[in-house]
């Protein structure tokens, strides 16, 4: 495998690198990860139904799990910086593990929240947050397509699994659904992290678009002696701030259609596995816009073109008010897939445009803390809602108020055609 994905990237202009093959394991150990996370909705009803569960009850749960995950992000993003992120990801991936088979378990709603609520959300938080700067120490050049590729993968995991869930409870039931998962994702894991390293020098390599011959600037690595003195200085920016808000805002805004867009179609008499497809329709579309927008910020201007998708993550949402009809439910999916995909893909080239090589561990744990307390606080509202007005009408207006204001809070962000921050520098790192 590893052979064909090298000659397809030579054949493609691209110089052969080992970065491409941490993009290949960070992009499906995120796949893995986002098919227990992002198809929450799938099970809201068959619980609902099998213990007579409130949906504000249930989706607590999701809630408690992604305030976990944002409230220990930075610390997640800060042990990677210290201690190296492999090594937060074994253990992240354990906790993960043991979270998914517990909640197997789950008999009540105590044990959900446990289970699903703490164990799977601090997994999810030490095994995923260290991928973005592993990412980026990794590439010298072409780091938006790293990103791009890295990107699809949030949009793959819940395409894939949603319908495969669907079925999995449909014929097995919730308890065998969750073991069964736990076992693939922990094969997959222990595989794949053999092969994954922190940093090139840990390879002997050098990262990609360095060259060893060359004596230019571009082979000179940060040096930061004191880590907790440039997270000060990034800190102090407003940027740094301003993307956590926007981080906020549209993760309230997409979190609400994430989880209910199935409870909503099942509301309107749609079949459980019509309506998981109306999901993995919304996750596919996501994946082209996630692999481009990158690549487009990087051309045509970041600001604009996020702006653009978070106005595509909005208007749709009217489409969805009291319709029962299967196919307007197609024609959503696709347009607010393209504004999903498209929200969250210029964060990385924003970071490195406004921070440059900093370490990016604990800025981009913050980051994450804003928008996990934004699927967290979009992930349970609309149960809430649902539960005390009977419809989904108030939910979806509020996912759309969340992704306008998301929209307006990035035109005032700083222009990013320089560092924020000062640079300081060393002489490149001897690599045998």
Known sequence: ??????????????????????????????????????????????????????????TLAYAISNIVTALSAPLAGSLGDRFGEKKIMIIGSFLFIFGL????????????YISYGFIIGIGHSL???PLMPVIMKWFKKHLALGISVWMTSWGIGPALSSPIIAALLNKFGWQNTFWIIGIIFTVSIIYLLRYFYDTPESKGILAYGISNNSKTSENEEPAWKDISEIQKLIRNTQEYWNMCSIHFLGCVGH????????????????????????????????????????LICEKFGIRTFMSISFLLQSIPVFLLFGTSNLWIFYFFAIIFG?????????????????????????????????????????GWIGGMLFD?????????????????????????????????????????????
């Open 101 to 112: 088979i517990f909640t197997g378990y789950s008999k009540n709603l105590t044990t959900l």
């Open 127 to 129: 095994l995923l947050v």
């Open 255 to 294: 979190s609400i259609i994430l989880i209910y867009i199935v409870p909503i179609a099942l509301f309107q008499n749609i079949t459980l596995i019509k309506a998981s497809i109306i999901l993995s329709l919304m996750s596919g579309t996501s994946i082209i816009s996630r692999f481009l927008t990158p």
């Open 388 to 432: 005390f007005y009977g419809n989904y009408d108030l939910s979806l207006l509020l996912s759309i108020c969340a992704s306008t204001a998301g929209m307006f809070s990035i035109l005032l962000l700083h222009n990013p055609s320089k560092t924020l921050i000062p640079q300081q520098k060393k002489l490149p790192t001897k690599i045998k």
């Open 338 to 378: 393209i504004g999903y995909g498209g929200e969250a893909g210029g964060f990385p080239i924003l970071n490195r445009r406004y921070f440059g090589n900093s370490p990016m561990g604990g800025p981009t744990g913050i980051q994450f803390l804003g928008g996990g307390l934004g699927m967290a606080l979009g």
């Open 1 to 58: 495998m590893i052979k064909q994905i090298k000659q397809a990237i030579e054949i493609n202009g691209f110089s052969w690198h080992y970065a491409w093959i941490i993009v290949l394991i960070s992009s499906i150990i995120q796949t893995l990860a986002s098919s227990i996370r992002m198809t929450f909705g799938v099970l809201i009803t068959p619980l609902s139904e099998n213990f007579n569960w409130s949906q504000g009850d249930i």
